[in-house]
């Protein structure tokens, strides 16, 4: 009994640290009216260049993932940004650098501490859209070790317009089930032709107990 006790506290302190950030302070959208968030032309070191909705201030000149329309991903980055040269660091005086997943690993772990409430991931790998139908696809795992299964919130974006008749997009969470210890949830969710990176919610089943995970 009290080895079980000691590892269910154990659980509970990892699960209470390692949370990223209290759900209701995030979000992320374009500003209709902003000159440096919204449409832009990307120049691509493939020589490609893509109209996108940057969204987060993504480090540019790191590696992301593209998706392309006939449904394939690779993995690129920007040389110019409107014809502006991206200088080291992704700024090209107007983008702050960020920190776009390295291609090691595309996964990033979660954590959620067991009190009822949805809690926000650190920002996961970031990724560009084909479309304005593109549909991003999200994988949680549940440690196999974890006490308490959770369930999942995931980033998506949604395009508005204005009044004026300008468009811009908002991001949104979007529910797509949960699972105990051992196993994963999956879904997609609209992303459109935003560049940004992608995130999750999650809350633990427990109100006593954390739990915690990856996701890509």
Partial sequence: MKKKLASTMVAFAVATVAFA???????????????TVGDHTLTLTDGEQRELNVLDPVNLTEP???????????????????????????????????????????????????DGNWHTSVNGKAIGGSSSAYQAGYKVTIDTNALSGACVKVKGFKQLTTPAGKKYYDSFWKSIGCAGPGGEVTGTVQWGSVL??????VKSESYLIGSAGMFQ
């Fill in 21 to 35: 950030v209290p759900a209701a302070a995030q979000g992320s959208r374009t500003d209709p009216d902003s000159p």
């Fill in 64 to 114: 992301f993932e593209l998706a392309q329309p006939d449904g394939r991903i690779k993995k690129v980055s920007a040389t110019s940004v409107d014809g502006v040269q991206i200088e080291s660091g992704g700024n090209a005086s107007k983008f702050a650098a960020g920190g776009a997943a390295p291609l090691a690993s595309t996964w990033h772990t979660w954590a959620a501490p067991g």
């Fill in 196 to 201: 940004a990176y992608e995130q999750i919610q």
